[in-house]
């Protein structure tokens, strides 16, 4: 993004844009749009909300079946996609890699749009922004939807895989408990203590993690938290060597993991399987 195209917005980074910044750029044919909705209580629920409205011009990628591989025995609920077939989709949405700044947005404090963030610059593409506030925001300000679907926009990207960005189940292991390293657990405090599971067959955490719900990052109408705050959010972590961040399923790790790119703090790496993963390998609780 060039300087001058910056968002105008308290929390300016490169990686935040702002419903107004969007607005005055939605005829640039150097922005792709992705609309991210999804509800993992109704898996068609986000593809039919965007088929009803969308801001001008968004294509829409979901959750399971783009952003996501079937799931198997192993590797969590939502495995990562296969990188050449996720660069096929990018393309096909008139995604050119290094320049088209991708612009995310869904209607879950950047739940799902943080994936595709996550997703895009792990496969080496480092231009993309979540929306600021997500679509109701974006409704609420009054700025443009429409029902209209638009026109395929072929493109061109090219994968350039960061594979150390990711962990498995034995590079947790075996890494979770040396000085400098960190595993951060992303879900609510009642699922990290064990309380209650909604989702998975086993509660409780991964021994050794921290807790550091996702929900933190923004507010509660899903504007993201100002730059010092995300700051001193994570402050505990600024000695760490390295960060390994996971949730349920590795989607929600991703807005820590976009919190964590906001502070400033390097070397934050997904354990991609996540809980979902983990627990697949337990035969009782692990507390």
Known sequence: MRENDRPQTPNMTDSIVSAQWLSDHLDDPEVAIVDCRFSLADEDLG??????????GAFYLHLNRDLSSPVGERGGRHPLPNPAELAEKFANIGIR?????VVAYDDSRFAFASRLWWLLRYLGHDNVA?????????????????????????????????????VDIAGVKARKDLPGVVLVDSREPGRYRGEYEPIDPIAGHIPGAVNYCWQEVTDDRGFVKSAAEQCQHWQALESAEEAIVYCGSGVTACVNLLSLHLAGVPNAKLYAGSWSDWCSYQTSTTN
């Open 47 to 56: 593809r039919q909300q965007y088929l009803a409205s969308h801001i001008p």
């Open 97 to 101: 890699s290094p320049q088209t700044l």
């Open 130 to 166: 979540v929306l600021d506030g997500g679509f109701s925001q974006w409704q609420q300000q009054g700025y443009p939807v429409t029902a209209e679907l638009p026109d395929p926009k072929p493109g061109e990207f090219a994968v350039r895989l960061r594979p150390d960005w990711v």
